[in-house]
């Protein structure tokens, strides 16, 4: 592949982790919303571990998209590096690798994390 093409490619693995992020944002802030005004304390256990369930499976399939597509925009870099009289922004991408594997491990330790808060929220202190 080119340069140009891999430019096109890296673009698009960045749009597809930012898309991921969208429907596990809408659940967590339905969530929010329905705890701030107290009706999780109302909702009989059903509703509450629906709840649950929904953030749960929305959160691990956007983890699982995010961290695929970080996967391969890893491989990307690599290819990157690889172009010969590389433009300034390809050697800044291709510089990226830390980075781009430090998100990976973010993204994973923050979803950890928000599902906790999210149980905390849902099930009470």
């Known amino acids: 592949m080119n340069e140009l093409a891999l430019l096109k490619l890296w673009n698009q693995k960045r749009t597809q982790i930012i898309q991921a992020q969208v429907a596990p944002a809408l659940v967590l802030i339905a969530i929010m919303v329905l705890s701030a005004l107290g009706l999780f304390e109302k909702a009989n256990d ?19 998209t995010q961290y695929a597509t970080i996967r391969e925009a890893e491989v990307l ?19 990226s690798r ?3 594997s430090l998100t990976a491990i973010a993204i994973v330790g923050m ?7 999210v149980t905390w929220a849902v099930l009470g202190s």
């Open 46 to 64: 059903g509703a509450k571990y629906l709840a649950l369930g929904v953030a749960a499976v929305t959160g691990i399939l956007s983890m699982i």
């Open 98 to 100: 830390g980075l781009v």
């Open 77 to 95: 870099i690599v290819d990157l590096k690889r172009t010969k009289d590389s433009s300034e922004l390809s050697k800044k991408i291709a510089d």
């Open 111 to 117: 979803g950890i994390a928000i599902f906790a808060l």
